[in-house]
């Protein structure tokens, strides 16, 4: 097999990079750890790079198996209900000093995320959101987040406190957190819980999720109440293609000190059953690929449709009934002879097979001039269809088959034809 047939086998995940700024140019980078991990289990990263105008362009990335949307900056609080939040004008001043490298908000990376969470959404797209990318994932169906968790939670009263960012100790720093049970996080960590269903995890933001958007389920709580954990229980079935997301730790990172062994056996799962729901969705999206669509007629052209329709029922209820033609209906029934004489060129045979199927009008005086042939005509008539292929000539037998159907075909060809 020749190398560049695996583009088109292999399924494609969507990761959108951030930007920073490296001698004194910007430079966009994705985590090498998320690399590993898709390569490792048979899907393909794609990197979609964070510069201006990429969010107009992501049909161009088609076809989207999978997004996996990791670390990133603060998330434009004006994207949520961020007015709720209670904090001053000089607390949120403390909170930009504090956190400056995440506080400097880049809308461009939200309006690429928040659309690539929205298209997951709406078409079921297996999605797996790793600390910033979980927060994405809430606030695209509608939940909001913490501005700041040190703040804010004080303010409600907790009486435990986490710490959730730890500068001098950035990489070794963890908290536990108690994982719910009977959930894929369960699933995975199972031999690794201790009897309180809790584990230590990694902790790198000072933000999180607030309210969490209804279609979710906790997956894990750290002490003082945070969310860590959540999924969509109605889009979560990796074996079918099905795989909604949100963890705010960042499992690829739980390693022990010098060494890519990670803390516990279940770290890399979400990553493994996420690019098995991706895998499982390429074939859904392949297999129907191969379903034949018929095309869809503009708005003219099928109100033309049900025009020719309605004149082919009046047609059939005519004949069916034998009752004298309305005055009022006679415009209705031209259209339809108009039709017939325009495109079809009726033999003794096909006239009654028509009447046969009850759907021709032959004792309709204005339709029995329009389709009265002469020999002269018969033979003009004879001489075109021996010019036509046998294609075109199967299809004309077809076209007595179903009257309305075949209406919709003839009109649906001639928009197609060049």
């Known amino acids: 097999m020749a190398p560049t047939d695996l583009s088109t086998i292999l399924p494609r995940v969507l990761i959108v990079s951030r930007r920073c700024v490296r001698k004194n140019k910007f430079v966009d980078f994705v985590g090498e750890y998320h690399l590993d991990l898709i390569v490792s289990y048979g899907a393909v990263p794609v990197i979609v790079p964070r510069v201006a105008g990429v969010h107009m362009l992501l049909d161009s990335f088609e076809p989207i198996h999978g997004v996996l949307l990791c670390e990133g900056e603060d998330i434009d609080p004006s994207l949520y209900d961020s ?11 403390d909170i930009r000093r504090l956190h400056i490298s995440d506080t400097a908000i880049d809308r461009e990376k939200d309006s690429i995320e928040l659309r690539l969470a929205k298209l997951c959404l709406d078409r079921s797209i297996p999605y797996l959101g790793i600390c910033r990318g979980s ?18 939670v004080a303010k409600k009263g907790s009486d435990a406190k986490v710490r959730h960012i730890d500068y001098e100790n950035y990489d070794g720093h963890r908290h536990r957190v108690r994982v ?14 201790d009897e309180r269903m809790e584990m230590s995890v990694n902790s790198y933001h000072h933000q999180g999720v607030k309210r969490l958007a209804s279609r979710f389920v906790p997956m894990a709580y750290s002490e003082d109440g945070l969310i860590e954990g959540f999924y969509d229980p ?48 390429q074939k859904k999206v392949n297999n129907t690929a191969n379903i034949k669509i018929a095309p869809k007629l503009d708005h003219e052209m099928e109100k033309k449709r049900k025009i020719i329709i309605r004149s082919f029922s009046l047609a059939r209820n005519l004949y069916a009934s034998g009752h004298q033609m309305p ?17 079809t060129a009726l033999s003794l045979q096909q006239e009654k097979r028509l009447k046969q199927m009850g759907a021709t009008v032959r004792n309709a005086s204005s339709y029995l001039e329009k389709l009265k042939m002469s020999k002269e005509r018969e033979k003009v008539i004879r001489d075109v269809m021996e010019k036509m292929s046998p294609e075109h000539l199967s299809d004309l037998l077809s076209f007595y088959h179903m009257m309305g159907k075949v209406c919709a075909e003839v009109l649906e060809k001639k928009i197609m034809a060049p």
């Open 327 to 343: 005055q009022s209906d006679e415009p209705a029934l031209e259209i339809g002879a108009e039709f017939l004489e325009s495109n």
């Open 234 to 281: 109605q889009c979560y079935d990796p074996e079918e293609g099905r795989f909604i997301m949100g963890l705010q730790f960042h499992p690829e990172r739980m390693r022990r000190p010098e060494s890519d062994d990670f803390d516990y056996p279940g770290c890399p799962s979400a990553y493994q059953e996420f690019v098995k729901a991706v895998m499982a969705y």
């Open 83 to 93: 007015e709720i939040s209670g904090l001053t004008p000089q607390e949120l001043e």
């Open 135 to 152: 927060q994405v994932l809430n606030v695209a169906s509608g939940g909001t987040l913490y501005q700041d968790i040190e703040k804010e």
């Open 180 to 193: 719910v049970e009977e959930t894929p996080l369960s699933d995975w960590f199972q031999g690794s819980l």
